[in-house]
Structure formats: structure tokens, C-alpha cells
């Protein structure tokens, strides 16, 4: 069965610091994974996709991603954190023959000035 | 372009009751899922809808119930609630098959 592991239930970080989030998935092909942002009592907005191609995608508000099949993972990037990036960050997988969305558990990221 | 609305944003129900929660996609989006949030749980997934048509189903009991109207409008029903059935439910439309996933802002449902 697919599933997502996101490791690192919270993690903080100072501002201006880089961070990284981690994902891993188990699926047998090449899904389709996303990472979507929640801030509180809020809905999910979508930072970036992986359909095909490049493995190293740009999103929004500076996130990045990199694919690495190899590993099966696919772990969300930031250079430098802003105090407004403080929310909960949800790896995603698809299947890709349905829109159904597989979630990790999150990550809460926590940012000091 | 509106995004998704969900309604009502929040609801509080007695346990026993029914609730129904509404959801509209963005416009020329065919696609409905719907997901319950809860902090033990996660983000899970209950069932997708296309053209009308349940195209995916989550595992969820049969007291969860949905359906997508011509308009691509969809509802969720849950009936005999319980206490656990306390959650964020989160409704997302996409365009179509394999295409990102928008979402709404959610119902918050807190059954007493």
C-alpha cells in the first residue's frame, strides 16, 4: 500500500536559517507527490508538485523540492526561513490513476526570530 | 478565479444528529475529494467524485455518505454522528485526473 513518512514531527528553526523538510514515500511506480502548507484552522495550499521531468522543482514563496527516486524521497527545501513560514507542512503522494491524496503527518515548523 | 468554498465554515452538532457540509470547486473543475482532518488521525481521505460519478472511496463507515451534482457542486453527509466524528473536513477540486489539488478552507464540525 502507498504511504508517506514524514519524520520530523516539529521541527524549529531561527529566522534567516535554512531548513529542510523530509518526506519518504513507498510506491511501487513514480507517483505524483506534492507538498501543501497549513496554517492554523486553515485549508491546505499547495507549495509545489512532482509529476515527471526535472527532478528538482521550484514552488511557491521560495520551497523547493528535489525527487530522488533512489531514495524515495522527496524533501522540501528553503534557503533562508521567514517568521511567516511558521505553519504545518504536509508531504502528499498520488497514485496517479485517481485524485486521491495520500498524506504524510506533517511537520510543524516553528520559527524564532 | 473564486477558489473553493466550502460551507458552512463551522457546525455544531449533538451527537445522533445528521450533518450535511457543501462544497463548490473551482469553476471548470470536475473533480471532488473530500478529506477529514483530525489530530490522531491525520488527514484521510473519504471519497473522490467526477462527473457525478463516486470514483474512490476511502475507508471510512457507510454513515459518510456524498454525492456531485451536474454543476460539479458536491455534498458530504455524515448521519448518526459521534464524538469522533469531530474534525476539520476539507473538500479540494482539481481539473482533472492527475493535476494538482486545490483546497478549501474547510468545515470545522464538533459534535457534543
Known amino acids: 500500500a502507498q504511504s508517506v513518512t514524514q519524520p520530523d514531527i516539529h521541527i524549529t528553526v531561527s529566522e534567516g536559517a535554512s531548513l529542510e523538510l523530509r518526506c519518504n514515500y513507498s510506491?511501487?511506480?513514480?507517483?505524483?507527490l506534492f507538498w501543501y502548507v497549513q496554517s492554523p484552522g486553515q485549508g491546505l495550499q499547495l507549495l509545489l508538485k512532482y509529476f515527471s521531468g526535472d527532478t528538482l522543482v521550484q514552488g511557491i514563496k521560495g520551497f523547493e523540492a528535489e525527487f530522488k527516486r533512489s531514495q524515495s524521497s522527496f524533501n522540501l527545501r528553503k534557503p533562508s526561513v521567514h517568521w511567516s513560514d511558521a505553519a504545518e507542512y504536509f508531504c502528499a503522494v498520488s497514485p496517479g490513476n485517481t485524485d486521491k491524496l495520500i498524506f504524510g503527518t506533517g511537520t510543524r515548523l516553528q520559527v524564532f526570530p | 478565479k473564486a477558489g473553493v468554498t466550502q460551507t458552512p465554515r463551522y457546525l455544531i452538532k449533538t451527537r445522533g444528529q445528521q450533518v450535511t457540509l457543501s462544497c463548490s470547486p473551482i469553476s471548470g473543475h470536475r473533480s471532488v475529494s473530500w478529506y477529514q482532518q483530525t489530530p490522531g488521525q491525520g488527514l484521510q481521505f473519504l471519497f473522490e467524485y467526477f462527473s457525478e460519478t463516486q470514483r474512490n472511496k476511502g475507508n471510512f463507515p457507510g454513515r459518510f455518505s456524498g454525492r456531485q451534482f451536474s454543476n460539479s457542486r458536491s455534498e458530504m453527509n455524515v448521519s448518526t454522528l459521534e464524538l469522533g466524528d469531530s474534525a476539520l473536513y476539507l473538500c479540494?477540486?482539481?481539473?482533472?485526473?492527475?493535476?494538482?489539488?486545490?483546497f478549501g478552507q474547510g468545515t470545522r464540525l464538533t459534535v457534543v
Open positions: 479540494a477540486s482539481t481539473l482533472d485526473r492527475n493535476t494538482e489539488a486545490f
Open positions: 510506491y511501487g511506480a513514480t507517483p505524483y
